[in-house]
């Protein structure tokens, strides 16, 4: 889970990258692209870090609120699996 977290984190901060090129050009379609793979891969680990939540809780904390969990209290989870 803690490596899964990372990789979201890297995930999230390429594809903020690939959204401000994006805005600067949008009429690119290399950027337009570039943004559109950045942020496939940060939903996919997104989702794989919520499926894991829920599996790791054995379903005591549903795919909702995981999803939630991920987004306001990312601190307190990175914590968690250090």
Partial sequence: MKELLKRLT????K??????AYNEAPESA??????DKA??????LYIEAAE?????TEGKINFETAKAMIKTKRAELEALFA
């Avoid at 890297?10 to 901060?13: P, R």
């Avoid at 942020?39 to 996919?44: D, R």
């Fill in 10 to 13: 890297a995930a999230e901060q």
């Fill in 15 to 20: 594809a903020d990258e690939a959204d401000k």
């Fill in 30 to 35: 290399e950027a337009e692209a570039a943004f």
């Fill in 39 to 44: 942020y496939a891969e940060e939903y996919k």
């Fill in 52 to 56: 894991g939540l829920v599996k790791f």
